[in-house]
T-cell receptor
Framework: EAQVTQNPRYLITVTGKKLTVTCSQN?????MSWYRQDPGLGLRQIYY???????DKGDVPEGYKVSRKEKRNFPLILESPSPNQTSLYFC???????????FGQGTRLTVV | QKEVEQNSGPLSVPEGAIASLNCTYS??????FFWYRQYSGKSPELIMS??SNGDKEDGRFTAQLNKASQYVSLLIRDSQPSDSATYLC????????????WGLGTSLAVNP
């Protein structure tokens, strides 16, 4: 089954404790991205990757890191989480930029 | 600042009625247009994509695109309570970028 898989689904952590949210897709898509979704603010892109080893900042990159060492994986790293990063996060992939986008199940992150 | 605008709603329709959702966009060069459905706390899922002016039908859903007026709409015929969700409009940025620009979504409630 074609899918984007992200883990964990739910995460509660403390301020400053590094965490990684994993994302993997099995559709051989070149374009992957991370979004956060907050009430009233909609989907905002954090980082994106056009292909392996090619990543770039989206609209709200501060406080986040990503890497794309393999085509299928695109982890999101929060080196020192803060409460304002409490949000619903989605990993997404598509064949190329601007094409039909598939989303992971979402990760609800709470930073206390 | 390129934008995609949607009425936030909630749009309330009785079961069996036609729900009409609208989206306007500012970038005249946009080429690809998508409607996604998102249930509360879940990930967005593609409902329709449309690329040329006119209507595109898929089951109970019809997407309508008018590039001259810069709007795209989604009609849901014979609305069901299971259609109650937030509907997100996404439009590609023109030029080399072609990234998706997301609207904030319209909340639809279908009342039995």
């Amino acid at each position: 089954e074609a899918q984007v898989t992200q883990n964990p689904r739910y995460l509660i952590t403390v301020t400053g404790k590094k965490l990684t949210v994993t994302c993997s897709q099995n559709m051989n898509h070149e374009y992957m991205s991370w979004y956060r979704q907050d009430p009233g603010l909609g989907l905002r892109q954090i980082y994106y990757s056009m292909n392996v080893e090619v990543t770039d900042k989206g609209d709200v990159p501060e406080g986040y890191k990503v890497s794309r060492k393999e085509k299928r994986n695109f982890p999101l790293i929060l080196e020192s989480p803060s409460p304002n990063q409490t949000s619903l996060y989605f990993c997404a992939s598509s064949f190329s930029v601007g094409t039909i986008t598939f989303f992971g199940q979402g990760t609800r992150l709470t930073v206390v | 600042q390129k934008e995609v605008e949607q009425n936030s709603g909630p749009l309330s329709v009785p079961e069996g009625a036609i729900a009409s959702l609208n989206c306007t966009y500012s970038d005249r060069g946009s080429q690809s247009f998508f409607w996604y459905r998102q249930y509360s706390g879940k990930s967005p899922e593609l409902i329709m994509s449309i690329y040329s002016n006119g209507d595109k039908e898929d089951g109970r859903f019809t997407a309508q695109l008018n590039k001259a007026s810069q709007y795209v709409s989604l009609l849901i015929r014979d609305s069901q309570p299971s259609d109650s969700a937030t509907y997100l409009c996404a439009v590609t940025n023109a030029g080399n970028n072609r990234k998706l620009i997301w609207g904030l979504g319209t909340s639809l409630a279908v009342n039995p």
